[in-house]
């Protein structure tokens, strides 16, 4: 019967968030989190992550600048958000449905780069996004791309 709880309750998140994908929305990216890796690279990676889903015709995505004169001006502070409940209130400051935090870890030659949506008026993590580079510091940005491409194909965006 749990299971039965569970499956309806991960269909009946599926189905909703599949109608709103074809509206028009509006999302944040907030800078990654750089964790055992140079830390510039969370930005970068979510500037890539930026980039693309500004592609998307409909898609409203919130410039880095106006999220961070947010934080400035409700005194949050956004250097390595992973935190759930800092996205939903930088989403709900900046009018955005959705909010998309992250991380790039690295390790070695390996890095791994996460992300996740967080639906803003609910606080909770939709769906995870992952991939992984073992070319070191300089496969982080194909890996990034391969990310983003990722979190668009989920939202039902356009395939490059």
Known sequence: MKKMAVMIMAGLVV????????ADMTIAVTDFRSLGCQFYLGGAVAEQVRNRLSEE???????????????AEQRLNLSGLVDDETAVKVGNYVGA?????????????????SARLVDVETGIGLIGFETSTG???EGVLDASRV??????????????
């Open 15 to 22: 189905f909703a968030f599949a109608g709103t994908a074809l």
């Open 57 to 71: 015709d409909g898609w409203i995505v919130v410039e880095k600048g106006q999220i961070a004169a947010v934080a």
């Open 97 to 113: 449905r959705y909010v998309i935090v992250g991380s790039v870890n690295g390790m070695g030659d390996t890095y791994t780069l």
């Open 135 to 137: 070319e070191g510091e």
């Open 147 to 160: 990310l983003a491409e990722q979190i668009v194909i989920e939202l039902g965006g356009s395939t490059e």
